[in-house]
């Protein structure tokens, strides 16, 4: 490397200059640097170069190092400009100043350390004793005069690189309407990495699921949104590594701005992360051709770096004060309101600029929206979570970012945690309350009631159903967000999938070395009669004679997402019966046990035609794409006419309400039966939302015994086609069955034990 002078004297660094954007940019002749470090004393520039690449990492003599120091600080910033460095350079910052891990200072020039604001990494962590904040121990490995760990951590740690310029979006957002969207979870290596169409070196990469297989797939399902698991750069937990393990599902944040590189195919790695960030990027090009949006699960409540004896490779080393949250006492302990050890304070201006300026860079990359992890912890202030937070309100009223899909996942683990329906507009929400109600109709009160106990009745469900307004409908004016802002799920990368919830009553945790005390107890699950075994045994056995229910109920399970009020996520793999052989918490298995499986069985082929089917349903008939909330009253006319009741109609008849409720008589729902825990059979009819419109009609038997329902209907002459029924195996099977399946309101209809019917007007 050329000698390179300090710093240049331009206009960047004349005091009283702005300071140049945290991070490093490329800019004119060189790179601008720009660091947070508000209790350091002076910081470095380490610019690395990599001399002897025979090397392996963790020799010291592969690499040469430049410390070059920075101008500063002002209001907490240092930074320069330094000529004659672009693009590929590796760096990273030492800090100096107070070691008193007491008052929670820990500056320490010996560790290098990742800026938060890095584009790139390069390297793998090497878990050595010198990479943790207190060497691993009591006491620090090679104490020097203050006590601190003296070791060079750079042959150690990643290393942050220089990246080119972000370009342009190259294509426009498909943008699709909150009621026309169907979320698809999906992990980036999991989804293809045993997918038979990818090419195998395509499998579980970016560029693998942008293939025109798996699009192909995406689109042929008819989910309209891939969420993904966190693509953000990952540093697994020291426990997990110590096990042979790693952080699968990536919640473990190494860096905000630079994407995984593990994700990206090995010709992408092996050039470098300008070349990661393309495969990134033509990932998201491909799928916005083909109509499909890309939502990120983001994780800015908290990093990689632990607790106290945690690790030490950011954050802690620059400004651990500034960044992370202290309970207050002295000496300084961190506030964990995640748990996972440490929480990003939210009450700090660099910790909201660093969330809204790692937001705004990957909307740059053409990201549509944003899963936020435990999003309570983003709006917590000094008196606990508030929903007019500053991160809050300036996220929403963004003039970019509040036009993307924002999606809180509204609870952490700190007090008044729990915050489902309270976070302000545009934002939805995850719904767990769907969850529950769903998983405990079919699942959890049959389990009861095969033992001759009581359920909790229909009311609950009903209320998903309907979209969740007792969750949703606060606001002022009321019910303005509409049941769009409910995020309805069954299952997710976190729990059992769907086929596990019909096999198993109790977790199966032992892979994850945690004794099986990890994940839920509460599952609200149904193994049938016999834990385990979903696939047919061979020779055949006793969970054969049990495993058409089970089916049945996974497709109950589906039809109750996908036709219901709200916004569906589908979790990858489920529309396939995938398994994780009862682990409900499979965050460290990177194996089969996560990934997709595609195989063709006829059950998982008739699973997959009957996900498919509902979808198709769902994009068929606006009375199953809800925008507003219902009232149970014709729709009012809005257009300022004459504000008459306006909306369908029958024939020569007064306008029909929006949503009314039937029992099994036909008759309107009653507030006793509502309230009875032993109903357990009831219609829910949806009308069109305009004349040109189909009703829609969901009939619900989740009796033990067969039901013979009477036909619901608020037209005159009100016409009825059988549209699907969770009884067949596949939807072709209406074809087998054969016969008229057309009805008129009125006429009885016999429904299978835990079963439900879609009915479409003719």
């Given at each position: 490397m050329p000698d390179l002078p300090l710093f240049s004297k331009t206009a960047r660094t004349r005091p009283g200059a702005p300071v140049p954007p945290l991070g490093v940019h490329c800019s004119g002749d060189g790179i601008d640097v720009a660091v947070l470090a508000s209790h350091a004393q002076s910081v470095e520039l380490c610019l690395i170069d990599v001399v002897d690449p025979g090397r392996e990492q963790t020799d010291p003599a592969r690499y040469t190092e430049r410390r070059l120091p920075l101008e500063g600080p002002v209001h907490g910033v240092w930074f320069a400009h330094v000529p004659g460095v672009g693009a590929g350079q590796r760096y990273g910052f030492r800090t100096y100043g107070p070691w008193d891990p007491a008052a929670g200072l820990h500056h320490n020039p010996a560790k290098l350390l990742v800026d938060p604001y890095a584009r790139g990494l390069v390297g793998e962590l090497d878990y050595v004793p010198a990479v943790f904040a207190n060497g691993v121990g009591p006491e620090a490995a090679n104490p020097d005069a203050a006590g601190r760990d003296s070791t060079d951590t750079l042959p150690h740690v990643p290393h942050s690189v220089v990246v080119q310029p972000t370009p342009p979006l190259s294509t426009g957002r498909p943008y699709v309407p909150w009621a026309d969207t169907v979320i698809y979870e999906a992990h980036v290596r999991g989804l293809t990495h045993d997918l038979p169409a990818v090419p195998e070196r395509l499998r579980g990469t970016y560029a693998g699921l942008a293939h025109p297989a798996t699009i192909e797939y995406l689109r042929g399902l008819g989910v309209t949104t891939v969420e993904l698991l966190p693509i953000h750069a990952i540093g697994s937990e020291p426990r997990l590594v110590a096990d042979g393990l790693t952080n699968y599902w990536g919640y473990s944040t190494l860096g905000f701005f630079a994407p995984h590189a593990p994700y990206a195919t090995r010709a992408a790695q092996d050039a470098g992360p300008d070349a990661v960030l393309d495969e990134v990027r033509g990932m998201i090009h491909l799928l916005h051709e083909a109509g499909l949006e890309v939502i990120l699960d983001v994780v800015y409540n908290h990093t990689c770096e632990g607790g106290a004896s945690g690790l030490h490779l950011s954050w802690r080393g620059l400004d651990n004060t500034a960044y992370y949250l202290h309970d207050g006492s002295s000496p300084a302990?961190?506030?964990?309101?995640?748990?996972?050890?440490?929480?990003?304070?939210?009450?700090?201006?660099?910790?909201v600029r660093m969330a809204l300026d790692s937001l705004r860079y990957w909307a740059e990359l053409g990201v549509d929206g944003f899963r936020f992890d435990l999003a309570v912890t983003l709006g917590r202030g000094p008196g606990g979570y508030n929903p007019h937070h500053p991160f809050l309100v300036a996220m929403t009223t963004d003039p970019v970012l509040s036009r993307l899909k924002l999606i809180a996942e509204p609870w952490d683990v700190g007090p008044g945690g729990y915050r489902v329906g309270q976070f302000p507009p545009p934002m939805a929400e995850w719904n767990d309350r769907f969850r529950d109600a769903a998983r405990q109709f079919w699942l959890a009160d049959a389990r009861e009631a095969s033992h001759g106990r009581a359920g909790q009745g229909i009311r609950d469900l009903a209320t998903r159903l309907a979209g969740s307004a007792d969750l949703f409908g606060h606001s002022d004016p009321p019910l303005t967000r509409g049941p769009v802002a409910s995020i309805n799920y069954v299952t997710a990368h976190d729990g059992f999938t769907l086929a596990d919830l019909v096999t198993y009553d109790h977790k199966h945790n032992l892979a994850n070395g945690e004794g099986n005390r990890d994940g839920s107890d509460d599952n609200r699950s149904w193994n049938h009669g016999i834990e385990g075994g979903l696939l047919p045994t061979v020779p055949p056995g006793p969970a054969d004679e049990i495993t058409p229910l089970r089916h049945r109920s996974m497709r109950n399970l589906l039809g109750t997402l996908l036709l219901a009020a709200g916004t569906p996520m589908m979790t990858a793999g489920d529309e396939l019966g995938r398994t994780q052989e009862g682990n409900n918490n499979a965050y460290a298995q990177d194996n089969?046990?996560?990934?997709?499986?595609?195989?063709?069985?006829?059950?998982?082929?008739?699973?997959?035609?009957?996900?498919?089917?509902?979808?198709?349903?769902?994009?068929?008939?606006?009375?199953?794409?809800?925008?507003?909330?219902?009232?149970?009253?014709?729709?009012?006319?809005?257009?300022?006419?004459?504000?008459?009741?306006?909306?369908?109609?029958g024939s020569g008849a007064a306008p029909v309400?929006?949503?009314?409720?039937?029992?099994?008589?036909?008759?309107?729902?009653?507030?006793?039966?509502?309230?009875?825990?032993?109903?357990?059979?009831?219609?829910?009819?949806?009308?069109?939302?305009?004349d040109d419109d189909h009703d829609v009609l969901l009939v619900i038997n989740g009796a033990l015994d067969t039901a013979d329902v009477r036909l619901a209907g608020v037209r005159n002459g009100q016409r009825w086609e059988l549209a699907w029924d969770s009884g067949w195996e596949a939807p072709d099977c209406a074809e087998t069955v054969g016969g008229d399946r057309s009805s008129s309101a009125g006429d009885a209809a016999s429904l299978d034990a835990l079963s439900m019917r879609v009915y479409v007007g003719r």
């Open positions: 302990r961190l506030a964990d309101v995640t748990g996972c050890g440490n929480s990003l304070d939210f009450r700090r201006t660099a910790v089969a046990t996560s990934w997709v499986t595609w195989d063709d069985a006829p059950w998982r082929l008739d699973l997959l035609a009957t996900a498919t089917h509902l979808l198709k349903l769902r994009s068929d008939h606006p009375a199953l794409r809800a925008t507003g909330f219902f009232h149970g009253m014709p729709r009012v006319d809005t257009s300022g006419s004459d504000g008459a009741a306006s909306g369908p109609t309400p929006d949503l009314a409720w039937f029992d099994i008589f036909g008759d309107t729902l009653d507030h006793a039966a509502w309230n009875d825990p032993a109903t357990r059979t009831f219609q829910m009819l949806r009308t069109g939302p305009t």
